[in-house]
């Protein structure tokens, strides 16, 4: 039901910041909670953050805590990930991913929308 695009990713020197979008269509995004996920060269795909359908709760993984915010607004269809401090080794592909529900996060096989991805490579 929910189509994702990704958007704002890029090349910036560590210590930097870069902020993601994630548009969504539909008329129900916000019945979805929403997270952002990323896959390094020769890694597997991780969970970053995640954040509930209406933003009152967020989830993120420990790399990214007090550096990374996760956001949403639903008049608009978008979450945001906002990355400051970036080091070398967030370098990956950032995607938005939807699933029905209301918590923060869910493994990642239950996410049922993904988008393309936007890459994000950060220098030393």
């Known amino acids: 039901q929910v189509q994702l695009v990704e958007s704002g990713g890029g090349l910036v020197q560590a210590g930097g910041s870069l902020r993601l979008s994630c548009a969504a269509s539909?008329?129900?995004?916000?019945?979805?909670?929403m997270g952002w996920f990323r896959q390094a060269p020769g890694k597997e795909r991780e969970f970053v953050a995640g954040?509930?359908?209406?933003?009152?709760?967020?989830y993120y993984v420990d790399s990214v805590k007090g550096r990374f915010t996760i956001s949403r607004d639903n008049a608009k269809n978008t979450v945001y990930l906002q990355m400051n401090s970036l080091k070398p080794e967030d370098t990956a592909v950032y995607y938005c991913?939807?699933?029905?529900?209301?918590?923060?996060?869910?493994?990642?096989?239950?996410?049922?929308?993904w988008g393309q991805g936007t890459q994000v490579t950060v220098s030393s």
């Open positions: 539909g008329r129900t995004f916000s019945s979805y909670s």
């Open positions: 991913a939807g699933r029905g529900g209301s918590s923060s996060h869910y493994p990642q096989h239950e996410y049922d929308y």
């Open positions: 954040i509930s359908r209406r933003g009152g709760s967020t």
